[in-house]
């Protein structure tokens, strides 16, 4: 079975601090994702990669960066975190070619 | 616009069938999906169709699409109080199949 872990299930920070949110799956898949989601706008793509070190602008990426330096582990980060960005995040893979995509559990953020 | 909608809530008893839809745009989709998202938890893959398909079964799960009117279906027969979750739809296959879009997600309840 695919496994996608998220550092935290809930996290709480305070406006303006820098936040790591870190999504590590042990399936050997070359692409995984960052979405965000909100009630009455389902799932909106961040970020995804494809590969190590190569990353790729989703729908809302303004706010947000990305770092892939392993396969198995893709971190999200908000570099100045602001109450809008308070969501669940999901974290997802897929196996090259895409398909279906495996989620984690999600890390809902709350920014204060 | 949005590329995928469904309506948000759905409610129905236990034991009668549930069917939740879902509109898209991309004519150019390769494969849709209906994931499952219970409490507290990322979305889970309930089943997918090929656009070349018109309908899959599976156990109490009948996925209906008609591709000309770009309408996917979930019925959900004997519908359980377990059943009870958000489903979203979502379509690949327009760039790549990494390119996965999500609707907002259809609340469905269950009452005893």
């Known amino acids: 079975d695919v496994k996608v872990t998220q550092s935290s299930r809930y996290l709480v920070k305070r406006t303006g601090e820098k936040v790591f949110l870190e999504c590590v799956q042990d399936m050997d898949h070359e692409n995984m994702f960052w979405y965000r989601q909100d009630p009455g706008l389902g799932l909106r793509l961040i970020y995804f990669s494809y590969d190590v070190k190569m990353k790729e602008k989703g729908d809302i990426p303004e706010g947000y960066s990305v770092s892939r330096e392993k396969k198995e582990r893709f971190s999200l980060i908000l570099e100045s975190a602001s109450t809008n960005q308070t969501s669940m995040y999901l974290c997802a893979t897929s196996r090259d070619g895409g398909g279906e995509q495996y989620f984690g559990p999600g890390t809902r953020l709350t920014v204060t | 616009g949005e590329d995928v909608e469904q309506s948000l809530f759905l409610s129905v008893r236990e034991g009668d069938s549930s069917v939740i839809n879902c509109t898209y745009t991309d004519s150019s989709s390769t494969y849709l999906y209906w994931y499952k998202q219970e409490p507290g938890a990322g979305l889970q893959l309930l089943t997918y169709?090929?656009?070349?398909?018109d309908m899959k079964q599976d156990q109490r799960l009948t996925v209906l699409l008609n591709k000309k009117d770009k309408h996917l279906s979930l019925r959900i027969a004997d519908t359980q109080t377990g059943d009870s979750a958000i489903y979203f739809c979502a379509e690949s296959g327009r760039y790549n199949n990494n390119d996965m879009r999500f609707g907002a997600g259809t609340r469905l309840t269950v009452k005893p």
């Open positions: 169709i090929f656009s070349n398909m």
